[in-house]
Nanobody
Framework: VQLVESGGGLVQAGGSLRLSCAAS????????IGWFRQAPGKEREVVSC????????YYAESVNGRFTISSDNAKNSVHLQMNSLKPEDTAVYYC?????????????WGQGTQVTVSS
């Protein structure tokens, strides 16, 4: 299983970024893909998750209504559209694959992509 994130960067508050997670090495449709983030000095937290088999999605309360997770099963990729970004969204964002569904066993992780939101 290999996951590669891209799309991070520096953006002003109120701006948008689109993160992508390219997946390979497993049967894509059988998995769930989650996005997590970790800010300096803080614990890693789940941001969003999508079940690739049925499209069910989950969002953390802190991002609900601002972030949208989507999948392109033909291209084995998952995207996280982040709008109305806030300085507190600054973190390293990781995608992770879970063979059991969202929240069962995120056993494979990408290397992360930095998102920095300036005030």
């Amino acid at each position: 299983v290999q996951l590669v994130e891209s799309g991070g960067g520096l953006v002003q508050a109120g701006g948008s970024l689109r993160l992508s997670c390219a997946a390979s090495g497993f049967t894509f449709d059988d998995y769930a893909i989650g996005w997590f983030r970790q800010a300096p000095g803080k614990e890693r937290e789940v941001v969003s998750c999508i079940s690739l088999s049925d499209g069910d999605t989950y969002y953390a309360e802190s991002v609900n209504g601002r972030f949208t997770i989507s999948s392109d099963n033909a291209k084995n990729s998952v995207h996280l559209q982040m709008n109305s970004l806030k300085p507190e969204d600054t973190a390293v964002y990781y995608c992770a694959a879970d063979p059991g569904g969202c929240g069962i066993d995120f056993s494979s992780w990408g290397q992360g992509t930095q998102v920095t939101v300036s005030s």
